[in-house]
Each structure stands twice: as structure tokens, then as C-alpha cells.
């Protein structure tokens, strides 16, 4: 599925940095100031262009990572979302019962 994306054992913290600081600055430039009154469907489409334009960059800076071709592109995008929109979920939950005990 993913045969076109490679990262290497030593850019793999580089790339989580890099990732998450590009993926956050770009969430936080598109929430807070392009768009003053986000929907659920809105906030869920910037989450999914965040995760692209943050893979892109961290393909171009981190030199152990290699992304090839527009489906490698969108099938790593769409793992990544899930999966933080899966964790977000699970730490929500976590987090109210913590509140409620």
C-alpha cells in the first residue's frame, strides 16, 4: 500500500518533530485566523489538508524520509488523520472519566 514511502530508523524522531510543529502551525493559522466560525465538516477538512501540507514539508526538510507519488501522498494521509482522530477520541474519554471519578 505504502511501497512508495520510506523512512529510515535515525529520521524518525526528526520526522515526528518535524510532522507535529508544521501540522500544528498550519491547524493553528487556518483555525484561528483564516476562518472565524469553523463547522465540524470544516474543522475535519482543514485536519486532513494540515496532514498533507505537514507531510509535504517533512518530506522536503527531513532528509531520512521519502514520500513518491500522489496515492503514497493520500494513503499516508489518511493513516495519520485516523489515527490522531482515533487517539483524540480515546484521550477524550479518558480524560472524562478521569473528571468524573
Known sequence: MLSKFSLNATAVIE??????LVHLLV???ALRVLIREPSV???????????????????????GMTI?????YVFAT???WFTTAVADMVA????????RQ
Do not use: K, P
Open 27 to 29: 491547524s493553528f493559522v
Open 15 to 20: 520526522a515526528v518533530i518535524v510532522f507535529w
Open 41 to 63: 465538516a470544516l474543522a475535519g477538512l482543514l485536519a486532513l489538508a494540515s496532514t498533507v501540507v505537514a507531510l509535504i514539508i517533512s518530506n522536503a526538510i527531513v532528509s
Open 78 to 80: 489518511l493513516i495519520v
Open 92 to 99: 477524550r474519554r479518558m480524560i472524562r472519566e478521569r473528571r
Open 68 to 72: 513518491h507519488g500522489l496515492q503514497t
